[in-house]
């Protein structure tokens, strides 16, 4: 299914992204060498990279293991979290989008 139609990213696309360690919404299109364009994609992108993440440090912190991931793991949490915050505002989703379109990190 495609999630992205300016890029034609799949959501397989993202979920491979997301397993090759991409923490951050801008790695996303990094990864598949192209950027946003028009945002519409943003939201559901974030949402995906939060859900993979908290899966994840969910599985690190229930192992055993040390898990010296588990804080990086949650900076990431964060920053996605205020980044999802922000793309609720019309003003937000718009410094969001264009610091994506930029190159730069949304958050
Ligand atoms: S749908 Fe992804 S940038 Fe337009």
Redesign the pocket.
């Known amino acids: 299914m495609i999630v992205?139609?300016?890029?034609a990213?799949s959501d397989k696309d993202v979920d491979a992204a997301i397993q090759s360690g991409v923490c951050r919404t801008a790695e996303v299109y990094a990864v598949k060498k192209c950027r946003?364009?028009?945002?519409?994609?943003?939201p559901g992108i974030v949402c995906r990279l939060k859900e993979a993440l908290k899966r994840q440090r969910e599985c690190v912190v229930e192992s055993a293991e040390p898990a010296p991931c588990v804080s990086s793991c949650d900076a990431a949490l964060a920053s996605l979290e205020l980044e999802a915050r922000a793309l609720e505002s019309e003003q937000g989703r718009e410094r969001v989008v264009s610091a994506l379109a930029h190159g730069q990190p949304g958050f």
């Open positions: 992205c139609s300016c890029n990213l946003v364009q028009c945002g519409q994609c943003v």
